[in-house]
């Protein structure tokens, strides 16, 4: 019979899987659409990092909220009400588009529709799929989730590239919002299990707010998950400042050629899909600890090589092994706290995990597009400043090199934080210092 219900299980996890295979395509397409519509309108890096600003901001604000209840309600109605949230804020867009209206703030509304869908639909998904899916295959099944972010990372470039020169952004935005209404099928379908209400980490008699403070402790009395996130807090950090600039570099430095970067970010893409392969065939290293690290190691030295880059060759070996790494080592750490947190709390205490590690990314996208367009990319344009002197040897001057310098830095600071990964042995031995969750209580 339990062999039955985890076959069952496995089955349900799949079908909520296609679902969002699907719903990826099409806010994938949508968000590489919007990149170039708000490129092509301001030719700033700005708004690119506002997008995702205003993304983060609502998702890190409710998170610790999102975590009790997300624990506390049935998590198949939280998943299809996050999705209707993404839903909302597209067919807003393509409302103000059909009536000539849409403008930059409609997009800052849309992502802050998307970031609180997001706040409990990370929780709610990851604490599903601990209750769907059997311990031993975690790391397949967290595999199988990067594959699908990845394998549409290739088609969406190349799709939206193509679609938003022959059907126009309006279209784009129907394509998504069918997209959307194919996953909900999918989740409507299966039976999604929720944790007993007398459960591990429940206190009945226990009020919102001390609840709420749950996931804080668990993870600050367990310094191994605490280092851990802290060494992504980090990683985050940097990556955040770096991340809004990979699509303006190309852009300035290609004459605004939405071709080329549909190439590149394809291309680049193969190795998000060939990573998710891998830890899906693999199952994953039995120290995932230190696939984590080594994963922060490759990021690091590959972020530094795209801001060195002078071709789209350089871009895209870069992007490949970046992208490759970052399913393994996050499939890895998803492993990890899966293990070690009981599915009946993990809404509250993944919630908290997601704020420790996430928590500087809204002040480093708020650096990030003004660092670009304010001080850096000003300072490459004649040469004649410190800034150029010390970074011109290594990116060059003119369109883009200001935005690969600060690649460069963040790409060092990167490698900094896995060497330091490496040196911290509860970092390395996280998965032997802490029992996992069916092995003891608590």
Known sequence: MEEASKKQGMRNFLLIWVGQVFSLIGSSITNFALGIWAWEKTGQATPLALTHLFYMLPMML???????WV????????????????????????????????????????????????????????????????????????????LAESGTSILAPLLGALMISTIGLNRIFIVDLITLAVALLCLLIVKVPNPSKKTVGRDVTASFWQELGFGFRFIFERKPLLYLQLGFF????????????????????????????????????VGGLLGGL?????????????????????????????????????????????????PILNGANQAIWMAKVDPAVQGRVFSIRRLVA????????LI???LADKVFEPAFKTGDNWLAAVFKPLVGLGPGSGMAAIMLMTGGVGLLVSLAGWMN??????????????EASL
């Open 71 to 146: 624990d506390r309600w049935n998590r198949k109605l939280v998943m299809a009400i996050s999705d209707t949230l993404a839903g909302i804020g597209t067919l807003m867009m393509l409302v103000m588009l059909s009536i000539g209206r849409l403008e930059l703030w409609h997009l800052y509304l849309a992502a802050v529709l998307n970031g609180i869908g997001g706040a409990f639909q990370w929780p709610a998904y990851s604490a599903a799929i601990s209750m769907m899916v059997p311990k031993h295959q975690y790391t397949r099944a967290n595999g199988l989730i990067s």
């Open 358 to 365: 996430q928590v500087s990314i809204p002040l480093a996208l």
């Open 278 to 326: 891998t830890l899906t065939a693999w199952g994953g290293h039995k120290r995932k600890s230190k696939t984590v690290v080594l994963g922060w190691t490759v990021t690091g030295v590959f972020a530094m090589l795209f801001g060195l880059a002078k071709s789209p060759l350089m871009w895209i070996v870069a992007q490949f092994m970046e992208v490759f790494s970052i």
């Open 62 to 68: 409710l998170s610790p909220l999102a975590g009790v």
């Open 234 to 269: 980090l990683i985050n950090l940097v990556a955040s400042i770096a991340g809004p600039l990979y699509v303006p570099i190309i852009l300035a430095k290609s004459g605004n050629n939405a071709t080329l970067l549909g190439y590149v970010q394809s291309i680049s893409a």
């Open 368 to 370: 990030s597009g003004p």
């Open 425 to 438: 042995p509860l970092v390395r031995n996280v998965e032997t210092l802490l029992p996992d969750h069916d």
